[in-house]
């Protein structure tokens, strides 16, 4: 078992942010003396669960293999509800999973924030696809339902949507960019989101992660503290669906 707790924080050591390390690196990781990380790799590059690069290490090919029999038939809100609740523990904001439904938005998982002072969220909501950060996400991954929605007329719901199409492609653009989009007020005055995409196997937009709000609690800077906390838990999504991302 102690064997086992060691091999597991070193593949733990791994994000899809940074798919490969050197072996000091995952000794900063791991605090693993230097002797028994060398053994544990060599036996882990040995048996698949690890594949040497020069001088760098990364999950084996091999785990894929593997993993394909564990994704097999899995129900994606088994693995997203979850998520949420802890995402939403963590904030004590409203949590929710969005999904594209032409050019709407609908959430198909909430896990509510215990605040009294709460934006009303429920499975089934719709939204317009091309306001707030969920649909901004929805967008930056699927280049043609952006270029067919951007072709029509922008809905304006308060007076900080996004309604030309030329500023809201660039956003789209930065989204991509950046991994992920934040905004204030764009659906609902004094409201605030953060998202971030979870992707399948194939790199294809599974949905998109959220944190949602009213902006009194959830005023941009605070919006932008929790960005590595959402970037996580969407790739912690990502990773339990065999996902990765596109190239």
Not at 23 to 29: G, I, K, T
Not at 60 to 85: I, Q, T, Y
Not at 143 to 169: F, I, K, N, S, Y
Not at 213 to 218: D, E, K, T, V
């Amino acid at each position: 078992m102690l064997v086992l707790g060691k091999v597991a924080e070193i593949l733990n050591s791994f994000t899809l942010a940074k798919p490969s390390v050197t072996l000091r690196e995952l000794r900063e990781a791991t605090g693993l003396p230097t002797s028994t990380l060398q053994r544990l790799v060599a036996n882990m590059v040995a048996h698949g669960f690890l594949d040497r690069v020069g001088d760098q290490v990364r999950i084996g090919a091999r785990m894929a293999f593997w993993a394909a029999a564990a994704v097999k038939d899995l129900d994606v809100l088994s693995v997203v509800n979850p998520v949420l609740k802890e995402l939403r523990d963590k904030t004590g904001e409203t949590t929710c999973f969005f999904r594209a439904e032409g050019a709407h938005r609908v959430c198909v998982a909430v896990a509510e924030t215990y605040h009294a002072l709460r934006r009303d969220m429920h499975v089934g909501k719709i939204a317009p696809i091309t306001v707030g950060s969920a649909g901004r996400v929805l967008l930056a991954w699927n280049p043609e339902l952006a270029e067919e929605v951007l072709r029509g007329a922008l809905p304006q719901l308060t007076e900080q949507t996004v309604t030309d199409p030329g500023e809201l492609r660039g956003l789209i653009a930065r989204t991509r960019a950046e991994g992920c989009a934040i905004t204030v007020g764009e659906r609902v005055d004094g409201a605030s989101g953060l998202a971030a995409p979870v992707f399948d196997p194939a790199a294809d937009l599974v949905g998109a992660l959220m944190i949602m709000g009213p902006s009194l609690r959830m005023p941009y800077e605070q919006c932008l503290f929790w960005v590595d906390l959402l970037v996580e838990h969407a790739d912690r999504i990502t990773r339990t669906l065999g996902g990765r991302y596109p190239a």
